[in-house]
C-alpha cells in the first residue's frame, strides 16, 4: 500500500501528540505506564520528548548521517510536560516547513526523508500516547482505519524487515494479517532469518491469521492490547511468537 500522504500524517502527529501530552497532565507523571512494565509517565514523556527532538534536528537541519538521540532532562512535573509540548510543536513545526526534497538520514525505506520522518513521528506518537491513555486507566484510544493500517504496514513491512527483528522461527512458517474494515491483507513469511512481509490477496493458506478492525490489530502487533482484542486461527503459538519477541 501506498503510506498515507504527509498532509494526513503530520496533522495525525500534531493531534496525537497534543493527545498525549493532555493525559500526561491529567494522570501526573508519577502514574504508572502498564503497557511499559518498570515505565512512569515521567518516562513516557522524556523518551518521546527526545524522540521528537532527535526528529527535529535531522529534519530542521538536513543531517545526513546518523546520530543519536539526547536524554530527557532532570524536570518532573508540570515543567516536563510542557518541555515534551515545546518539543512536539517544533516537531510539527519543521516537518510543516520541510521541503518535499528534504534531504537528510532515515532509517527504514521511504518515498523520501519528508515522508519518512512524517509516517515514522505520527506512527511513535499514537503508540505512546496509548500509552498514556493506559496511564489513566483507559483503553488506548483507536486511531482511524486508514491511519492504523498505515501504521500496521510500516511495523510488518518496514521495521520488521530489518536484521534487528527477532521474529523467527526454526521452521518456514506464514502468518497472515487481516484488517476486516479497510480490506487490507499482509502475509508475513517467518523463517530464521528476518521475517519478509508483503501485501497480498488471501493467497495460499497460512499457518496463523490475525484478524481484525485495523484499529486493534494497529495496537495489538504494537503490543498495546492482548491477542484477546482479535481474532485468531490457526497455531496460536506464532502469534504468541509475535507478542514475545516483536517490541522494538
Request: hydrophobic residues 40%; charged residues 25%.
Amino acid at each position: 500500500m501506498e503510506p498515507l500522504p504527509t498532509d494526513v500524517l503530520v496533522p495525525a502527529l500534531d493531534r496525537e501528540g497534543r493527545l498525549l501530552a493532555t493525559a500526561a497532565a491529567r494522570v501526573g507523571t508519577g502514574a504508572t505506564v502498564p503497557t511499559c512494565p518498570g515505565w512512569h509517565v515521567r518516562d513516557l514523556l522524556r523518551h518521546t520528548g527526545a524522540v521528537h527532538r532527535w526528529a527535529t534536528a535531522f529534519v530542521a537541519e538536513g543531517h545526513t548521517g546518523f546520530r543519536r538521540a539526547g536524554a530527557g532532562p532532570a524536570l518532573d512535573g508540570d515543567e516536563l510536560v510542557e518541555w515534551f509540548r515545546e518539543g512536539h510543536r517544533s516537531l510539527v513545526a519543521a516537518l510543516t516547513a520541510a521541503p518535499e526534497d528534504l534531504d537528510c538520514w532515515t532509517f527504514l525505506p521511504s518515498a523520501s526523508p519528508l515522508a519518512f520522518w512524517a509516517r515514522r513521528q505520527a506512527h511513535e506518537t499514537t503508540v505512546h500516547r496509548m500509552d498514556a491513555d493506559t496511564a489513566l486507566g483507559a483503553e488506548p484510544g483507536a486511531p482511524a482505519p486508514e491511519f492504523a493500517a498505515d501504521g500496521i504496514d510500516e511495523l510488518l513491512c518496514a521495521f520488521h524487515a530489518r536484521s534487528r527483528s527477532r521474529v523467527r522461527t526454526e521452521v518456514p512458517k506464514v502468518l497472515r494479517v487481516r484488517a476486516t474494515d479497510t480490506g487490507d491483507v499482509w502475509t508475513v513469511r517467518l523463517s530464521a532469518g528476518p521475517p519478509r512481509a508483503e501485501r497480498t490477496s488471501d493467497g495460499a493458506p497460512a499457518d496463523c491469521e490475525l484478524s481484525g478492525d485495523a484499529a486493534l490489530l494497529y495496537a495489538t502487533l504494537w503490543n498495546r492490547r492482548p491477542l484477546s482484542a482479535v481474532s485468531v486461527t490457526g497455531d496460536a503459538s506464532l502469534a504468541r511468537l509475535w507478542q514475545e519477541t516483536s517490541a522494538i
